[in-house]
């Protein structure tokens, strides 16, 4: 599941020509560290939806990586 | 493309989904009934046209029963957002259930739509077009609409800023503004009530449901393409 999420942000980060990162870590920032825009994170969210079936923005706002993780857990 | 209405049981409804399915696009259709008109299309345009039943006072469950169990995994291009509920009276009556009634019919659950519509061109990389009906009645102000009114009112607000706000996914929302037309809704006015509408036309007549529908098929197409925010009058020159 954290490899695919990688591979997501790795996609979006692509799009706005963004080097793909290796690794992500629990505590990264998502808008931040990350450099993600309000329209990146939304894009995100489709994205991990489409692949897992879960809405990980319905009950409020996702900060960094870790809490992404957990909710797909 | 994929084409999204609702309201699709009778009247401006089905007229939108001739014109698109004429033009060779293929149609999502909402509504509460399934009528013969719509089953009469689905005859004659056989794998282009399906559709779902689905209350639009449910502003709940559209995600998993219009998008997930409808929609699947196909691009939506165009969204219509046509259907309504006409809550008449003056002001001095206003009963509140009824009046959030009609806000989830008419705004609430389009809101939702809405918002699942622009998560799937999201997804699907689509430069989608949204189209919204709104009424006359917010323009000019009729005795018994204010409450009809003020939700198609909010609908136009909503219209703008959607525009604004995706304008650089290239996205674009527009609001199409019929006058008073022959169909179900308008259909408890008196002879008399309706001559006094038209009279405040410049054309002094009936709008025509049809130009209605072809106004939306243009401003879902290309041919609108640097079309957005904008509020299109198809209302007989309405004074």
Redesign the interface.
Known sequence: MEEKVLEIINQIRKNNNLDGLSNLNKTDNLRDDLGFTS?DL??L???I??IFNI?IFEDGLVNTVGEIFQKLS | MNILITGVSRGVGIEICTVLLEQGNNIYGIARTHTDEFKNLEYNYKGKIHFKSFDLSDGDNV?EEVFKDFIG?NPIHGFVNNAATAYDDIISNLNLDRLKNMYNVNVFTPMMLTKYVL??M??YKVKGSIVHISSISVHTGYKGLAMYASSKGALEAFSKNTAREWG??GIRSNIVVPGFMETAMSSTLSEEQKDRIYKRTSLKTVTSIRSVAETVAFLLSDKAESITGQNIHVDNGTI
Do not use: S
């Open positions: 329209f939304a894009e969210t489709v994205k939806e489409d809405d | 995600n995994k998560r799937n999201l997804l650089q996914l």
